[in-house]
């Protein structure tokens, strides 16, 4: 049963940056799209950003674009999502994903708040 495991999370202030991990075991992560998803409070599940199996075509949602970076490391089997330049509205819970949504992480808590 494929396993995916979120950390990185935390507590920022506006403008500050973080970086997400997500590490992947059992299943063949380099055959697989990844995805990051989202969830703000009292909101649904918004995917944010995707990438493919290479790491050289990638997707982010207009909410994110020029802020968070997406990118893996196959070797390692780990997805990351590096956060720049945070705004109160990224508040949430991001989850990473396979990209037929059929495992999820735990989720890991970003709370940006001054």
């Known amino acids: 049963q494929a396993h995916l495991v979120e950390s990185g999370g935390g507590v920022v202030q506006p403008g500050g940056t973080l970086r997400l991990s997500c590490e992947a075991s059992?299943?063949?992560?380099?055959?697989?799209?990844m995805y990051w998803v989202r969830q703000a409070p009292g909101k649904g599940l918004e995917r944010i950003s995707s990438i493919n199996v290479g790491g050289d075509n990638v997707y982010y949602a207009d909410s994110v674009k020029g802020r968070f970076t997406i990118s893996r490391d196959n070797a390692k089997n780990t997805l990351y999502l590096q956060m720049t330049t945070l705004k109160i509205e990224h508040t949430a819970v991001y989850y990473c994903?396979?990209?037929?949504?059929?495992?999820w992480g735990q989720g890991t808590q970003v709370t940006v708040s001054s």
């Open positions: 994903t396979r990209a037929s949504y059929d495992y």
């Open positions: 059992a299943f063949n992560f380099s055959g697989f799209w």
